[in-house]
């Protein structure tokens, strides 16, 4: 069981919950970091009395200085500081709740040193998963995940001694806000439309994921080097209850299932606790008031994110991280109203058209991949 973490996005939605998953289960916090959001990060100083905070933004990190001065804690900034919150000597556990690139090379920087990785940034394994899960298993790092969904394949091949009897692994999806429209109706859709998620509370970026399916397609990628899967044993389906979290289909039919409420506490404790699970004080799932459970099968169509992920998880190389330098850029300009919904998708698709994709044997391959789409994208309105 982890005994001292360090959070790497702190003020978001798991980093907070991370904390008070710590603070349950009197996990000592050795460090966190975020970026802007100081009058937070005072208040988690404050409680948790980390020894080191990092504010990836040089301006708050001198307001955060001046405003905890008679704290012991020491306040760092930029890149440098998140690789040293990642590498601090007495935390064994690094959850990695960063959103986007910026959280690959912490990530790395902590398997390098031999931690648990508590993973729940997905672009570290969408961009660089050959890299990552090749370095995890060279400094003898684990890799547990905290996204539910691969938190509950990764609790259902816990009785499983022979992968080779797993057929394939699906991935659950509450279809977003969006579910059942078609691509003509998600034309007008806004960014307020879209950011009202019907049964998870997440960061704008990953909640427009959610809506256009590019974040199931992200996961599609991950469970792929998480499990040493090909792409055509991944599959998605619609579950709009967020209950059942995800399944695994065996060689002989049967199925397992992991299922819980829509809280992400439960894979954020698991991942501390691991091999062994702890009390929460949260009230379990209720199967006789949770209603009837519902499956369909992803519109592809109407949501082409998620067949434009599978084709780059298949194609390999830098396609994912093109794909994912794309996305971002693409829902940054989404986020700020200056196109439509819509447009995310075929954005993403105008970079795989103009950036090469090439091999990847480096990390130096991924950032360069990833500069190169977000300038395609950007690009189009010069």
Known sequence: MT????????????????????????????????????????????????????????????????????ISTEVQSGMDG????????????????????IGLRPTLAAIECGKRIALANK??????????????KQHNAEIIPVDSEHSAIFQCLQGCRDRAEVKRL????????????????????????????????????????????????????????????????????????SIIHSLVEFTDGAMLAQLGTPSMKLPIRYALTYPNRAPSPDAPLDLLSCGDLTFAAPDEKAFPCLAIAR?????????????NGANEAAVGLFLQERIGFNDIARLVSRALDTVA??????????????????????????
């Open 170 to 241: 699906i991935l659950t999806c509450s279809g977003g806000p969006f579910f059942g429209l078609s691509h003509a109706e998600l034309e007008e859709k806004t960014r307020k439309d879209a950011l009202r998620h019907p049964n998870w509370s997440m960061g704008a970026k990953i909640t427009i994921d959610s809506a256009t399916l590019m974040n199931k397609g992200l996961e599609v990628i991950e469970a792929m080097h998480l499990y040493a899967l090909p792409v055509t044993r991944v599959d998605a389906v619609i579950h709009r209850q």
């Open 311 to 323: 084709a780059c998880a298949a194609q390999g190389g830098t396609s994912c991280a093109i794909m």
């Open 357 to 382: 994709p090439a091999r990847l044997t480096a990390l130096e391959d991924v950032l360069e991949a990833d500069a190169r789409a977000r300038a395609s994208v950007l690009s189009y309105f010069a």
């Open 82 to 101: 998140l690789l040293a919150a990642a590498m601090l000597p007495e935390a064994d556990t690094v959850v990695t709740a960063m959103v986007g690139m």
């Open 123 to 136: 672009e570290t394994l969408v961009c660089a998963g050959e890299l990552v899960m090749s370095a995890a």
């Open 3 to 70: 005994k001292t973490i360090t959070v790497l996005g702190s003020t978001g939605s798991i980093g907070r919950q991370t904390l008070e998953v710590a603070r349950e289960l009197g996990v000592r916090v050795a460090a966190i970091a975020a970026n802007t959001s100081v009058d937070l990060v005072e208040k988690q100083v404050i409680e948790y009395m980390p020894r080191l905070v990092v504010m990836y933004d040089e301006n708050a990190a001198a307001e955060l200085r001046s405003r905890i001065k008679d």
